[in-house]
């Protein structure tokens, strides 16, 4: 395939998927992999992360030949434009790639840019693995106990962008067919409105619960927990709920159990190897994870809901600064940590990449890597726990030692080479 501004590496084979159906994934030794920078603190983390990974790969028998692509403002110096063709074509031909935060202005301006790449590429699962490394601080007595992985669907709910400015034609002409045309007269006060339209389909919900419990079954997990304010939002939140249950009853035979056959029938003895699935109420889940950690182990959910939930999550086992994250579709694997570009601290050298090696993990993982994986997450708990951490962490830490960001990398790659 042919790029505009794009230089594809001379060594480095593609990943290629073997099998549509199963998205089965054939990973050769030297994959080539483009990697995104982002915006911001991008800059640093970025490249932080890279050596990381390299290392890691190396060390395993491996290599990795990195492809540049651009979006944000690498993009607008580099094209005009803030999402370039060459790196959406560049994504889905090359199928696991990584990125680092991208800027999206508040109230005004362009979309964000982190979700028009997820919609574009339909990476319509955005995983979000919330896991305490041992030494980092946490506000709670004992973090050890978080260990959850949130699929949150990324192409629909209230993100889907459907929505129209309060005081324009088109919002008018939306108020008036919802109270006039659907009876709904009362529903909105006078004045000034904004309204937006929630879709959730049953397309997008049984893939979604599909990825989740796929991912339960082959990590070994125990648990799948459909998160939903079905109670009031009956037709939306409502309807996930009972289209994830539908793919967990009539697609996977033995190996899924609801909750209810699970008390009903076992006595709550749940059969060996199988997942089981359950349903909870967003706002009662938000106390569960704080109150009854340990209970839950794989979260399917919507948009919006993912959203706060995995950043609830990621506060209980030291920050956002430490959060990995990816986005995976059918065959293609986008991974991205969770935490913003924090444009103040750009190129400062001074901020904590952990997020986005991490986020390296998980595309490592999804690459069947898994030993590659463990390295890396395993080298950067050794860092931390031996105090040395770049200065968000090292504030809160009794004897720790402040590193740059670079610095903290070269620390990584030595514990790789030691545990390798």
């Not at 992985?149 to 192409?155: A, C, H, K, Q, S």
């Not at 939903?228 to 939140?237: A, L």
């Not at 003895?269 to 089981?276: G, H, R, T």
């Not at 986008?334 to 595309?363: I, R």
């Amino acid at each position: 395939m042919a790029y505009d501004k794009i230089e594809v590496p001379d060594e480095g084979e593609p990943i290629e998927v073997v099998d549509e159906e199963t998205d089965e994934l054939a990973v050769p030794d030297n994959p080539i992999i483009p990697i995104l920078y982002g915006d911001g603190i991008g800059t640093d983390v970025g490249p932080a992360t890279q050596k990381v990974l390299e290392a890691a790969a190396q060390a395993t028998g491996r290599d990795i030949s990195w492809m540049r692509v651009y979006a944000g403002e690498s993009a607008r110096e580099k094209y005009d434009e803030n999402l370039p063709e060459d790196t959406v074509k560049a994504i889905r031909e090359f199928r696991v790639a990584i990125k680092g935060p991208l800027t999206t202005p508040v109230g005004a301006g362009f979309r964000s840019l982190n979700v028009a790449l997820r919609k574009t590429l339909d990476t319509y699962a955005n995983v979000r693995p919330t896991y305490h490394l041992d030494g980092v601080p946490s506000p709670v007595k004992r973090p050890e106990k978080m260990d959850m992985v949130t699929f949150r669907e990324n192409t629909e709910d209230v993100y889907a962008g459907i929505e129209w400015e309060a005081g324009t034609e088109e919002v008018q002409q939306v108020k008036e067919f919802v109270e006039e045309e659907m009876g709904a007269d009362d529903t909105i006060h006078p004045g000034p409105v904004g309204i937006g339209v929630k879709p959730i389909t049953e397309f997008g919900t049984k893939r979604l619960v599909r990825q989740a419990i796929d991912y339960a079954l082959e990590h070994g997990r125990d648990s799948v927990t459909l998160v939903h304010k079905g109670n009031i939002m009956k037709f939306t939140e409502g309807a996930f709920r009972d289209w994830g249950y539908e793919v967990a009853e009539e697609e996977y035979g033995d190996e899924v159990i609801t909750e209810d056959t699970l008390w009903e029938e076992r006595d709550g003895e749940a059969p060996e190897n199988a997942v089981v699935v359950n349903d909870r109420i967003a706002d009662n889940m938000l106390q569960q994870i704080l109150t009854r950690t340990d209970n839950y182990d794989v979260i399917a959910t919507m948009n919006l809901n993912g959203d706060y939930l995995s950043d609830a999550c990621g506060a209980q086992i030291g920050g956002l600064g430490i959060a990995p994250g990816a986005n995976f579709g059918d065959g293609i694997c986008l991974a991205e940590p969770v935490h913003g570009s924090a444009p103040k601290y750009a190129g400062q050298d001074k901020v904590n990449p952990t997020a986005m090696m991490l986020s390296g993990v998980l595309m490592f993982e999804y690459m069947g890597w898994t030993d590659a994986a463990q390295l890396v997450r395993d080298a950067c708990e050794a860092t931390i726990s031996s105090k040395k951490v770049t200065y968000d962490l090292e504030r809160q830490i009794e004897g720790g030692e402040k590193l740059a960001t670079s610095e903290y990398a070269d620390e990584v790659v030595s514990n790789i080479e030691k545990l390798a």
